[in-house]
């Protein structure tokens, strides 16, 4: 799949090289919301078990903000994601990280991948493009439509294509320490994902795995929701020529029709909380009761958590939240398989 005559270029060598290591030197962990709107509990939920994974295991915890998409983001929404997050009392290492800043390095490596005949172009319609490249939930796996075609890469009709990771045969696999093992057959499962938009903007499938491989990161936590996603970016970190990260997809915070909360739906976050008359101490203690780490009615700072799960007689300390983590995301999903397909 790689012409052998275009190797991968120095200065993207030695930055993934620099990020194996800073891997190797520890834990790192990250959050990594999009500032679309306010955080709901669910994003609350997920920070603070990121957090704690990598506290946990005595690693660094970085705060990344995915802002490529800039038609979705609100004004304000990132200073409140910030002041949430504090207010909460889950402090990250040093400097925020945007990837609106990182843009050049994503350029970078698809103008790489493109020269070295892993992409090709996609014309299929922006409604298919739509269902396939959703990061969130299951989605249909690509047909290869274009893949046999001429690889023109100008605009059509006024239209320029999305470009495409060829995917060879073969499984990807990855670490998983919550939800289902991960190992998910490419072409018959995956498919060929895209990697830059048609509208010009870096994928997220893309973007997240340059991250993941630069930044170090050594953990990633998230909603199991998003574990159908993750051999997507497991296909591009292995085009790069580097090993995935460790993932923990965790459960879901879920309203009353069993349906994942999200942003666009208004979910309710920080404000409503505290509308309730919840402080700092009495969130957090909520949060964690909802992951079945303490007693309902608990309160407590995201500190206090942390050090009384560090004494939990459970050897490796990660390791301490991960039996009711497992439960709660087996339920989760045999309730989802079960439930009717409409």
């Not at 955080?39 to 295991?57: D, E, I, K, M, P």
């Not at 690693?59 to 609100?74: A, F, K, S």
């Not at 958590?305 to 991960?322: F, N, S, V």
């Amino acid at each position: 799949m790689i012409d052998p005559a275009k190797p991968l270029p120095d200065h993207l060598v030695r930055l993934f090289e620099a990020g194996l290591r800073r891997r190797r030197q520890g834990p790192m962990g990250r959050y990594a919301p999009s500032p679309t709107g306010p955080l709901h509990r669910g994003n609350l939920s997920t920070a603070l078990l990121s957090w704690l994974v990598t506290r946990l295991q005595g690693g660094e915890w970085l705060l990344r903000i995915d802002d490529l998409d800039r038609p979705r983001n609100r004004p304000g929404a990132l200073e409140a994601i910030v002041a949430d997050l504090g207010w909460l009392g889950l402090s990250w290492d040093g400097p925020l990280v945007l990837q609106s800043e990182r843009r050049g390095l994503y350029a970078s490596t698809l103008s790489w991948l493109r020269r070295s005949g892993a992409l090709y172009p996609c014309r299929c319609s922006r409604r298919l493009l739509a269902d396939i490249s959703a990061p969130h939930g299951a989605f249909a796996v690509y047909p290869g439509t274009c893949a046999g075609l001429d690889p023109t890469w100008g605009p059509i009709g006024g239209r320029l294509p999305s470009w495409r990771l060829r995917l060879p045969p073969g499984r990807l696999g990855w670490q998983e320490q919550l939800a289902a093992a991960g190992d998910l057959d490419g072409p018959n499962q995956v498919g060929d994902v895209v990697l830059r938009r048609a509208d010009g903007l870096v994928a997220y499938h893309l973007a997240t795995a340059v991250d993941e491989l630069s930044l170090g990161i050594s953990d990633v936590v998230r909603g199991h929701d998003l574990w159908p996603a993750t051999a997507a970016q497991v296909a591009v970190m292995a085009v790069l020529g580097a090993p995935a990260p460790t993932y923990w997809h965790g459960p879901l915070v879920l309203d009353g029709s069993g349906q994942r909360l999200a942003k666009r739906n208004g979910a309710a976050g920080v404000s409503a909380l505290r509308a309730q008359g919840l402080d700092g101490p009495g969130v957090v203690g909520l949060l964690a009761a909802e992951l079945d780490l303490v007693e309902r009615g608990s309160r407590l700072s995201a500190a206090e958590l942390l050090a009384e799960l560090k004494i939990r007689p459970m050897g490796h300390q990660a390791l301490t939240i991960q039996a009711p983590l497992q439960r709660l995301v087996t339920d989760q999903m045999a309730a989802q398989l079960a439930a009717p397909q409409i």
